[in-house]
């Protein structure tokens, strides 16, 4: 007879089923009615400090049971819904429910995927996963890549590898210090704040970034950008890296990734593509044209957890010569035994990517895809950006509502009070001040979530739809709520002016 080892972890076989059930009834019920609650707490962080208590860590455990009862209460009461049909703050898709039975089928084996030996078949489902984003964004399967936290990881990975290829070789040994040409990096103004994050953490410093401006469009100016790299080459510097961006966090554009493309091919440099958000658009047929030269590029990021629905983590790293990544991040001391067979093409995650121990990430991406099919995607995408014009529309039939821009699934616009005077540098400071506000009362009323932009000097709202919940009737009461905070808020601020000048 089997004696099993008496300790206060292990839950019974009787016991876990019980549990689990409970807990997936909950979480059922959850999603069921996610509509109709509140889209984010109204308490404030002292109050839910105050919720959970200030009592130290207890010294004896308490039942399971009674954990999860008490928790998920706990996150279904005072949490911020990013699944809930009217949130459209930031780039945080609704997670599809496969992808949360995923995680629990995945932190029940618990495979490490840093070595093959040590997730053998969860290390061949990622790059199977790898494989098929690179097939859905329209470029080679031959791809190699790696599924990473988010957007920062994705790029940063990125980053690296595309250092790797083109400074130095003496940079692994000797630093960037031994370097006596300065490398440089290209990106539109517009370009996410990761690349000030790895201009500095790798040693790179800002002054290494070269802000390209935007054209009348936003894109990037590629002619701007060609200029700049011949500059910077007669003046000794060595650029190495140009970032185009496939759709951009604030307002949705897409660079023009083919003339990028060629600038770099022409002058040796890394092609790297931000398509955090918006890669995945090229697989909507009507879209293809967008992302001309997606398929020259050295490396792209994506994040399933964007706009393929998955739930948070999941970012993506793909680039077109694997062997790069493996030039950037393989080590081997002596306390590893991951060697490899040749047969089928086995790999080691962790010569991938900066983490070693890396948890199964693929397997929601990978369940979400097959469940949906390419078909599948291209449909709820299209509805998002259908949805994102109906907002843009609205705005634009209502008189207190101006729309600004809409691109790929992102609106933005700005509420300006009835008879308002817009003429005058003051009253355009006064409406950037108004919506600031008005973002805030938004975020904080639970009745809608969105966040915000400057676009050409304007403070403005804007809503990115990446929600297989939402409905046009969410966008007609979403419409209908912001003009309504936004008549409070005018109220407040004209008040506070009042009461300031007397």
């Known amino acids: 007879m089997e004696i099993k080892r008496e300790n206060p972890i292990e839950i019974n076989k009787a016991d876990f089923k019980k549990i689990g059930y409970k807990l997936i009834d909950s979480i059922s019920d959850y999603l069921d009615?996610?509509?109709?609650?509140?889209?984010?707490?109204?308490?404030s962080p002292?109050?839910?400090q105050q919720i959970l208590g200030n009592q130290s860590l207890p010294e004896n455990g308490l039942p399971a049971e009674q954990l999860l009862s008490t928790t998920s209460k706990l996150l279904f009461d005072y949490s911020l819904f990013n699944g809930h049909p009217k949130f459209f703050g930031f780039i945080t898709s609704s997670a599809a429910p496969i992808g949360a039975l995923a995680d629990l089928l995945a932190a029940s084996i618990n495979a490490n995927v840093g070595g093959q030996i040590l997730s053998p078949i969860a290390t061949e489902i990622e790059k199977q996963t790898i494989r098929w984003l690179a097939e859905f964004i329209g470029v080679s399967p031959n791809y190699g890549g790696i599924l990473v936290s988010g957007g920062n990881m994705a790029n940063f990975t990125a980053f690296l590898a595309a250092r790797t290829a083109k400074a130095p070789k003496s940079i692994k040994e000797d630093g960037l210090s031994s370097t006596s040409n300065k490398l440089i990096t290209y990106?539109?103004?517009?370009?996410?704040?990761?690349?000030?994050?790895?201009?500095?953490?790798?040693?790179?410093?800002?002054?290494?970034i070269r802000w390209i401006p935007t054209d009348s469009s936003n894109k990037m100016d590629t002619i701007i950008l060609e200029q700049t790299i011949k500059d910077d080459i007669?003046?000794?510097?060595?650029?190495?890296?140009?970032?185009?961006?496939?759709?951009?966090?604030?307002?949705?554009?897409?660079?023009?990734?083919?003339?990028?493309?060629?600038?770099?091919?022409?002058?040796?440099?890394?092609?790297?593509?931000?398509?955090?958000?918006?890669?995945?658009?090229?697989?909507?047929?009507?879209?293809?044209s967008l992302f001309n030269g997606i398929k020259e590029a050295d490396s792209i990021a994506l994040d399933p957890h964007k706009w393929l629905y998955s739930p948070l983590e999941a970012g993506c790293t793909l680039v077109k010569n694997p062997k790069h990544l493996i030039d950037?991040?393989?080590?081997?001391?002596e306390y590893y035994n991951f060697s490899l067979t040749e047969e089928g093409g086995s790999l080691n995650y962790f010569e991938y990517g900066l983490q070693n121990s890396r948890g199964f990430r693929a397997l929601k991406v990978w369940l979400a895809?097959?469940?949906?099919?390419?078909?599948?995607?291209?449909?709820?995408?299209?509805?998002?950006?259908?949805?994102?014009?109906?907002?843009y529309n609205l705005a634009k039939k209502n008189t207190e509502l101006e729309p600004i821009t809409q691109n790929l699934s992102i609106a933005t616009l700005r509420y300006i009070p009835e008879n308002f005077q817009q003429n005058g540098k003051k009253n355009e400071t006064y409406l950037n001040t108004l919506n600031e506000a008005l973002v805030t009362a938004l975020q904080n009323s639970g009745e809608m979530f969105l966040s915000n932009a400057i676009v050409v000097n304007k403070y403005c709202l804007r809503t990115c739809i990446v929600n297989f919940r939402t409905t046009k009737k969410d966008i007609e009461e979403s419409i209908k709520i912001i003009v309504k905070e936004g008549r409070k808020t005018h109220i407040k601020l004209q008040n506070e002016e009042h009461q300031g000048k007397v």
């Open 234 to 288: 007669k003046k000794g510097h060595q650029p190495f890296m140009v970032v185009g961006t496939a759709g951009d966090v604030s307002t949705g554009i897409v660079d023009n990734l083919e003339t990028i493309a060629v600038i770099c091919k022409s002058n040796d440099l890394w092609f790297h593509i931000d398509g955090a958000y918006g890669a995945p658009a090229a697989v909507i047929p009507e879209l293809k």
């Open 46 to 48: 002292k109050e839910l």
């Open 187 to 208: 990106c539109s103004k517009s370009t996410h704040t990761w690349i000030d994050k790895a201009a500095i953490l790798f040693g790179h410093g800002t002054k290494s």
């Open 33 to 43: 009615d996610i509509s109709k609650k509140p889209l984010t707490t109204s308490k």
């Open 328 to 333: 950037t991040y393989s080590s081997h001391p």
């Open 369 to 391: 895809l097959q469940q949906m099919g390419s078909k599948g995607y291209v449909k709820l995408m299209k509805e998002d950006i259908e949805l994102s014009k109906y907002f």
